[in-house]
Every structure is written in C-alpha cells, then in structure tokens.
C-alpha cells in the first residue's frame, strides 16, 4: 500500500490515524507510542476534558478575509499548530523524523525536536529548510548530569539553525509504564537516541546507606530551577519550558524571563491521574496574565480542540501521537495530512463561531456543561 492509498483508505480524521496505524506498527514501537503511565487514566482524560468543553456558535458575522495567522516569539506563524517532541520517530517510520520535518516544512507548521531523536539534529535542519512561510524549528532538550556535554549539544542546536530551546522539566523520572513493561519494549536494533552518543557516565552514587535507588541514585542529578537559569546563561536561543500544571510553577518561569510556557502533562506518560492540560491551562493563562508565550499539549484530536485551547489563553498548541499515528501510516504525506485535517477543522470552528481571525477567539466561545458558563476556580 502506498502513502496516496493509505490516507485514501477511510481516514478522514485523526482518530482514523490512530486506528490504522494499529495495524502498521509492531506491538513494541505500539506500547511505546500509544502507552502512558500506570492505569492510563490521565491519557484517556486528556481527550475527555477537551471534548466536554461546549462551543457557542455566533452567527452572521463578517468573516470573509479571515486566516488563522498567530504572532509567537516575534515571528508571524501561517498558523498556530505546531509538532511535538517524540522520540525514536524511526521505529514508526524508515523515514523518522526527516518526514516529520518535510510535512512541517510543507504545512507551515512549526517542529519542535526531541533530544532523544533517532535522526541528527542537522539533518533534520536540512530537511525543514528555509522556505519562506516555513514555521518555528525548535529543539526540546532534556538537561543531562554532564554540563559539558549539555553545552555542547546546545550550541550545535544554535549552528544548525534553530530558534528556540524547549526544556522538559516533568520527567525527573520515568513514569511507571505497564503497557511498555507487558510488552518488554526495547529499541529495535539500528535505533537510538542519537545526540546522545558520547555521553559521559553519571557520577558514582554517593557514599553511605541507600534509602532508595531512584532518590539517592538517578534523582540526584534532576534538575533545579538552578539548571533553568544556567541554560539561560549559556545560550543565545530563547528558552521555553515544558511541562509546566502548576500555577506557582509558571509565576517562577515568569520570574526567571523564560520565553515562554507549555502546559503539558507529557502526554500522561509520567504521573498518572495529574491534572489534564485543559484544566491546568486556564489556571495558567490566569496566574501568567499575558505576561509569557502559552502553549498546551496533550489530548488534542480536532480542530475544535485547538479553538478550545486558544480560547482558553493558549498562543499555539502541539500536536504528538497524532502525528506519529500519520508517519507510521504514510511517512511524510501521513504527517502533512494529519496537519492539514487540523488546519482545516481549525478554520470550520472558527467560521461557525464568528471568529475571522484568532484575535477574536476568547473564552467567551465556550460553556462548561457543569457551570452553564466558563468560570475556573482561581486557587492552586
């Protein structure tokens, strides 16, 4: 079956994506890509929470001359969807990441790279190229024991052409992954994280009783906001953080200048039963009040969704399963069609909401069922 023919097959939406591409991945690349943590109920929930927010249509309003253009970090965006960070994008697809970059390039969307990609960052680079229009081309990093090596990678990020840093502060560890664990995932032969070859050994464990393997072994390396703020030293790139739920934890990005925000709970892949994006990002928008770039992750499958983030005071939204689910269907053309399926829904929503532009999107599109209006607790 060709790319052409498989996105003809009946997939017509992103959920269609997701069903086919059960049939073209291995029950190993599958646990990984489609898995979460523990009982998976923050997965499931992700997607529940975003469709239980009502839309209120408007009517007769202007609309011709209308677009989805969005402004972020300074440039102006065709439109505000952009591609998460995966890894090991080469076990859905021969192709990788490279086909993730060529749909992005094609689609204006904006690409945001992960440290464990299975494809050097430079070629990546190559394939998004430079056309005009083309959107952001980020790269997610996950600090690493070694400051060297961290700076490193940083500055072949700067050499290579990309704009921003996105770093992943939720994963301090692992999740308990049981879909993985039954499957006894590994990577296949030919895969691996590829930046981080040449990684110098984590420092021996410190000397004396050990209480736990995880607090006094891996965890003694995570991250402080310490780290954020020596990343920021190192780098002429703008600095995004991802993973960000709490309100208390986006007024510290705030206060270190960061250059922006992702509500992401990591796709529910780390803490099970944490809150959802679409209940963390309205507690966010409120707690930032304008005052840093916000983006959101996690549960999106419709162009409605993506009105629904932006209404609740996200900039732009990222998109990963969805994704994946499209390479491992079609490569390249599978990922561009899952973009383009979100653009256009993205433009029906706006059209039967009155919306012209994205600058007309606000809360006032939607109700919750629960309150007959949107209201959100302001606590944290």
């Known amino acids: 079956m060709n790319a052409l023919t498989a996105i003809a097959d009946g997939i017509v939406n992103l959920d269609d994506h997701e069903t086919h591409a059960r049939t073209m991945l291995d029950a ?13 109920r923050t997965l499931a929930a992700n997607r529940s929470d975003w469709s239980h927010l009502q839309l209120l249509p408007r009517v007769l309003r202007p609309l011709a001359g209308g677009h989805t253009r969005v402004t972020l970090l300074g440039r102006e965006l065709a439109h505000p969807i952009l591609l998460a960070p995966v890894a090991w994008q080469r076990m859905a697809h021969p192709d990788g ?10 689609l204006q969307a904006g690409l945001v790279l992960s440290t464990q990609s299975s494809t050097p960052l430079e070629d ?4 998004m190229g430079d056309a005009p229009g083309r959107g952001p081309l980020w790269f997610q990093l996950y600090l690493q024991h070694d400051r060297g090596f961290t700076r490193e990678l940083v500055q072949r990020a700067e050499r290579a052409g990309y704009e921003a840093l996105v770093l992943t502060v939720d994963a301090p560890c692992h999740g308990a992954r049981d879909r993985e664990r039954r499957a006894g995932f590994r990577l296949p032969p030919g895969i691996r994280a590829v930046h981080l070859d040449g990684l110098p050994p984590a420092p021996a464990q410190a000397q004396g009783p050990v209480q736990s393997a995880l607090f006094d072994g891996l965890l003694r390396q995570a991250p402080t906001w310490d780290d954020v703020a020596w990343l920021q030293s190192v780098t002429r790139l703008p600095v995004l953080l991802k993973g960000i739920l709490h309100a208390d ?18 796709g529910g892949r780390t803490l099970d039963t944490a809150i959802t994006t679409a209940s963390a990002l309205p507690r ?9 770039p916000l983006l959101v ?3 999106i499958r419709r162009g409605t969704e993506v009105l629904k983030a932006l209404a609740l005071g996200a900039h732009a939204v990222l998109i990963g399963r969805p994704a994946v689910f499209g390479l491992a269907n079609a490569g390249a053309h599978g990922v561009a069609h899952v973009l383009r399926l979100l653009r256009d829904e993205l ?5 039967l909401t009155g919306c012209r532009t994205l600058a007309d999107v606000s809360r006032k599109v939607l109700l919750h069922p629960a309150t007959g209006d949107f209201t959100i607790d302001s606590k944290s």
Do not use: K, T
């Not at 433009?347 to 059209?351: D, L």
């Open 28 to 40: 190993n690349a599958w646990a990984y890509f489609a898995g979460a943590a523990a009982d998976e």
């Open 97 to 106: 990441e490279i086909a993730s970059a060529l749909a992005a390039s094609a």
């Open 124 to 127: 990546v680079a190559r394939a």
């Open 249 to 266: 934890d986006a007024r510290q990005a705030a206060a270190l200048q960061v250059a922006g925000v992702i509500v992401s709970n990591h």
């Open 284 to 292: 966010i928008a409120e707690a930032l009040q304008g005052a840093l």
């Open 297 to 299: 992750d996690g549960g």
């Open 347 to 351: 433009e029906i929503a706006m059209a």
